[in-house]
């Protein structure tokens, strides 16, 4: 049972675009939600997360939108550069007393272009 | 800042062989994990360890196991190495005084078992 389900499974931008990533959660008891980095080789590095109780969370150019309604929540990276190309998974983790979960989206690969 | 450290960033094995994946993590985490990384399958848990000398099943247990036998160092043991093993292998720890447990994942090692 695929418990986060994240689209697209590729995306190709433009340089200077827009690059928006969507995932969809079932567990209400999802506490909290992060995106990670993976550049070819290295291991996924942590790169936003955020908490269900905000509708949105920036740093730079890298925006989480969530919408606890839907159980969804996107990443925006704004003004794309080659050196974002990378992969992007999403996950959901529940951490309560005695009992923790994450789960992981599939993965996006993200290739900006110039 | 948190580290991970896997021992190895790439190994080639034979099939039948006996093979040890070792990781160490420096930020006293209780919690540590181990993953294979395949295309358009994600990231996979195989086991995890919520303590010294503890251990659960991941998703894809399998022909693998493990040994925790300090807080810092987690190892994952390949018995007899088979060519459906050839993946990256993640490594990561957690704690839950850290922001909801989020996870840190180390550089990874791509095994190749031929």
């Known amino acids: 049972q695929q418990q986060v389900k994240q689209s697209p499974q590729s995306l190709i931008v433009q340089k200077g675009g827009i690059s928006i990533i969507n995932c969809a959660y079932e567990n209400t008891a999802f506490d909290y939600f992060p995106w990670y980095q993976q550049f070819p080789g290295k291991g996924p590095a942590l790169l936003i997360a955020i908490r269900p109780d905000v509708s949105e969370k920036k740093e730079g150019r890298f925006t989480i939108s969530f919408n606890k309604s839907a159980k969804q929540f996107s990443l925006h990276i704004m003004d794309s550069q080659p050196g974002d190309s990378a992969t992007y998974f999403c996950a959901a983790i529940y951490s309560g007393a005695g009992s923790y979960q994450l789960t992981f989206g599939k993965g996006t690969k993200l290739s900006v272009i110039p | 800042d948190v580290k991970v450290t896997q021992s190895s960033r790439y190994l080639v094995k034979r099939t039948g062989e006996k093979v040890f994946l070792e990781c160490v993590q420096d930020?006293?985490?209780?919690?540590m994990f181990w993953y294979r990384q395949d295309p358009g399958l994600g990231l996979r848990l195989i086991y995890f360890s919520y303590d010294v000398k503890m251990k659960e099943k991941g998703d894809i247990p399998e022909g693998y196991s493990v040994s925790r036998e300090k807080k810092e160092r987690f190892s994952l043991i390949l018995e007899s190495a088979s060519t459906n093993q050839t993946s990256m292998y993640l490594c990561?720890?957690?704690?839950?005084?850290?922001?909801?447990?989020?996870?840190?994942f180390g550089a990874g090692t791509r095994l190749s078992v031929l």
């Open positions: 990561a720890s957690s704690t839950p005084t850290l922001a909801k447990n989020i996870q840190y």
């Open positions: 930020m006293d985490h209780e919690n």
